[in-house]
């Protein structure tokens, strides 16, 4: 069966600092990944999907970035942190082939703050 | 474009009584419908999906959704709220030519 893995589980940051956040995924090959961000109170927003190995694709400009250094893991980073980057960080992963009917299926999430 | 309209953020239902949380969505080819439900400080989990077939839908935890073609509808029901189903929702929509997008949330609160 397929697992999918966030670490860390919680994060605190000061502003400016950098960021990493690691997704892995494990029972699958050639997944489509994704990254979103809860703000407090707020819907999914996309931040970052990718169909491959170091295919990224960005919906929200912002400061940023995603890379997929290996089939099933995902990174998210950044180099300096904003106060806006706070909220709550899920990834997700989705077969690729007519049967997954493109469900989605999501980690354990990363809450970051950034103070 | 596809796109899902969730009707109201908050619905606050007493435990026992029924729950209807309503979706709307848009595509322009046969829709795959989903809903998520989300606990706090937890990853999404799907509840229920409509793909091809019968238009009623049972999922986990004694919910269900209809898909209403004609209406461009997937609501979520469930006879009797139980307190544990105090969570966040989430409509979603995809297609054979579209990923998923979903809508912005519903947050359902149950009173004792």
């Known amino acids: 069966s397929q697992t999918i893995h966030q670490w860390p589980a919680t994060l605190v940051q000061p502003v400016g600092s950098p960021l990493s956040l690691e997704c892995t995924v494990e029972g699958t090959s050639n997944p489509n990944l994704y990254w979103y961000r809860q703000a407090a109170g707020r819907g999914l927003q996309l931040l970052f999907y990718?169909?491959?190995?170091?295919?990224i694709s960005s919906e929200v400009p912002q400061n940023l970035s995603a890379s997929r250094p290996q089939d099933r893991q995902f990174i998210l980073s950044s180099k300096k942190l904003l106060l806006s980057d706070s909220g709550f960080y899920l990834c997700?992963?989705?077969?690729?082939?007519?049967?997954?009917?493109?469900?989605?299926?999501f980690g354990p999430g990363t809450r970051l703050t950034v103070l | 474009a596809q796109s899902v309209t969730q009707l109201g953020s908050h619905v606050s239902v007493s435990e026992g009584a029924l729950v209807l949380l309503r979706c709307n969505y848009s595509s322009s080819v046969p829709p795959y419908l989903f809903w998520y439900v989300q606990y706090p400080n937890q990853g999404l989990q799907l509840l229920l999906k409509y793909t091809t077939g019968a238009t009623l839908v049972k999922g986990i935890n004694g919910f269900e959704a209809e898909f209403k073609k004609s209406e461009t509808s997937f609501h979520l029901t469930k006879p009797s709220a139980h307190m544990s189903d105090a969570a966040e929702y989430f409509c979603a929509v995809s297609d054979s030519n579209n990923d998923m997008r979903f809508g912005a949330g519903t947050r359902l609160t149950v009173k004792p």
């Open positions: 997700a992963w989705r077969g690729v082939g007519r049967s997954y009917y493109n469900e989605q299926f």
């Open positions: 990718s169909v491959g190995i170091g295919q």
